[in-house]
């Protein structure tokens, strides 16, 4: 596809001669505009007529660091299969502090916590009202064809394939009937008087 020259941002990826150039910098002026382009570490600044067309890439090459060589794509991080301690706490229906109690009035239920976001989620066991946004969310595995219960049946079985190391969640997770102990406790009321 092309444009012309009047159109191109910042930031654009142009195909010019097979390579991908991406625009750093566009100053436009009644009829022409000056231009810098940049294709890894060759960079070109010069005048072009905004009526003139160029073509625009189809998939903008990432950026390259001017010291090192472009970055090899980041390893999927392995994923924990069984959580790192039991989930010693209150229900999940216990809101912890006052921002919390908020869920309640706007009829929302709290999806999780980590004590580790890193190292994945305790989030409460999935139900008829909740498993489509669970699959959404935690699994990555929505089907909007299915009904709940074979949403259920398959949670189940995706739950399953985790165990045997055959499926990554979009986020990892771990259900349990209490929520983990993660410091916030509920205010006392001992001690006040009215």
């Known amino acids: 596809m092309k444009k012309p020259w009047s159109k191109i941002k910042k930031g654009d990826a142009l195909d010019l001669g097979g390579r991908v150039w991406t625009v750093e910098k566009i100053k436009p002026g009644k009829k022409k505009a000056e231009v810098k382009i940049r294709h890894k570490s060759n960079v070109v600044r010069d005048t072009v007529r905004l009526d003139d067309k160029v073509r625009i890439a189809e998939k903008p090459e990432p950026p390259r660091s001017r010291r090192t060589a472009e970055a090899a794509p980041a390893k999927p991080k392995k994923q924990a299969k069984k959580p790192p301690a039991p989930a010693e706490g209150d229900p999940w229906e216990t809101q912890q502090d006052r921002i919390e109690k908020q869920l309640a009035v706007i009829g929302a239920r709290l999806v999780g916590e980590a004590t580790d976001a890193d190292a994945g ?24 064809a ?49």
Do not use: C
């Open 121 to 144: 989620y305790y989030v409460p066991d999935v139900d008829v009202t909740t498993v489509a946004s669970h699959l959404l969310v935690f699994h990555g595995t929505f089907d909007p």
């Open 146 to 194: 299915e009904d709940a219960t074979q949403m259920s049946n398959r949670h189940a079985l995706e739950h399953e394939e985790h165990l045997a190391g055959k499926r990554t969640f979009k986020i990892n997770h771990w259900h349990t009937e209490n929520r983990p102990t993660t410091g916030k406790k509920k205010k006392s009321k001992k001690g006040k008087h009215s």
